[in-house]
Nanobody, 117 residues
Framework: QVQLVESRGGLVQPGGSLRPACAAS????????IAWHRQAPGKQRELVAH???????TYADSVKGRFTISRDNAKNSVYLQMNSLKPEDTAVYLC???????????WGQGTQVTVSS
């Protein structure tokens, strides 16, 4: 059974930092591209950051220079270091794993990030 479990969201003041994590099980993690998306109330789901199986990284313009995505294949985990957080970063952050070969795609349940004073 495939599971993606996000954790380490939370409440932080503007300018603060968080480092959500996504732990995968039931897949050969190194053969998957991984992405963080976010969904705020009343808004469309937005791709935040993506890291390929080979380590190629892309970011949404809105988070460039503030967020850093990384993966640890030995721990079947991906992380999103979020610095200089803004109220508009408030959303549920979701992890997606997409197979490099084939169409398999899996989602986690998400972790809430709230940026507020």
């Amino acid at each position: 059974q495939v599971q993606l479990v996000e954790s380490r969201g939370g409440l932080v003041q503007p300018g603060g930092s968080l480092r959500p994590a996504c732990a995968a099980s039931g897949i050969t993690f190194s053969l998957y591209n991984i992405a963080w998306h976010r969904q705020a109330p009343g808004k469309q789901r937005e791709l935040v950051a993506h890291i390929s199986s080979t380590g190629t990284i892309t970011y949404a313009d809105s988070v460039k220079g503030r967020f850093t995505i990384s993966r640890d294949n030995a721990k079947n985990s991906v992380y999103l270091q979020m610095n200089s957080l803004k109220p508009e970063d408030t959303a549920v952050y979701l992890c997606n794993a997409r197979a490099v070969v084939g169409s398999a795609s899996f989602w986690g349940q998400g972790t809430q990030v709230t940026v507020s004073s």
